[in-house]
């Protein structure tokens, strides 16, 4: 399927977990990016890639590690989950064609920590 | 350090009528502003952008102001449909590439 996709939709996992949320983009679009959204903070980023291999912090990358060793994928990993990362996680992606230009988001995946 | 603030959680409007949605920012070196509608349970889709040296940007039924003296831009939807219910973000883009968001306002268009 064309566009952007992240599996899963929902995800339960206990304290202490690894867990890794899979982003995919079709589009060869050179950017990504993670974004979490919480009531109360909108939404805010992790953690965003210029292109395979650069990856960059954002406003709350502690706790995260992302990689792009190809272009169309960007996992987002939890090394050891805690409660206060249960939230909605979004992927994105935008071309490099000017500075305008939006970012399509992902569907989403619903992240509970227990 | 909150850079971009929609400072009103919710909003009610009837149907037909006008719906204003407004945001602020702190820093002058963004370029870009976007609005992007989320309904429940979907990704944020964009709606509407405005370059940094315009000061107005119109689509169809949504229109986008920017003032850059007061740092404050504005969504107004004219006229309100029902379908126009969700949660409506602001965001600014900086030339490092990264879209810095605001807390959203949940519009409600009631018929």
């Known amino acids: 399927d064309a566009g952007i996709t992240q599996s899963p939709r929902y995800k339960i996992t206990e304290t202490g977990r690894q867990v890794t949320l899979m982003c995919h983009q079709t589009?060869?679009?050179?950017?990504m990016f993670w974004y979490r959204q919480d009531l109360g903070h909108g939404l805010r980023l992790i953690y965003y890639?210029?292109?395979?291999?650069?990856?960059d912090k954002g406003e709350v990358p502690d706790g995260y590690v992302v990689s792009r060793s190809k272009t169309e994928n960007f996992p987002l990993t939890l090394e050891s989950a805690t409660r206060s990362q249960t939230s909605v996680y979004f992927c994105?992606?935008?071309?490099?064609?000017?500075?305008?230009?939006?970012?399509?988001f992902g569907q989403g995946t619903r992240l509970t920590v227990v | 350090d909150q850079q971009v603030k929609q400072n009103s959680p919710s909003l009610s409007v009837q149907e037909g009528r006008i719906s204003i949605l407004n945001c602020d920012y702190t820093?002058?070196?963004?370029?870009?502003f976007l609005w992007y509608k989320k309904y429940p349970a979907e990704g944020p889709t964009f709606l509407i952008s405005?370059?940094?040296?315009?000061d107005k940007n119109e689509d169809g039924r949504f229109t986008v102001f920017l003032n850059k003296s007061a740092k404050h831009l504005s969504l107004h939807i004219v006229p309100s449909q029902p379908g126009d219910s969700a949660v409506y973000f602001c965001a600014a883009f900086s030339g490092t590439y990264k879209y810095i968001f605001g807390t959203g306002t949940r519009l409600k268009v009631l018929a």
């Open positions: 994105a992606s935008r071309t490099d064609r000017g500075l305008g230009t939006e970012a399509f």
């Open positions: 820093n002058s070196m963004f370029d870009y």
């Open positions: 405005i370059s940094s040296i315009k």
């Open positions: 890639s210029a292109a395979a291999d650069i990856t």
């Open positions: 589009w060869s679009h050179s950017y």
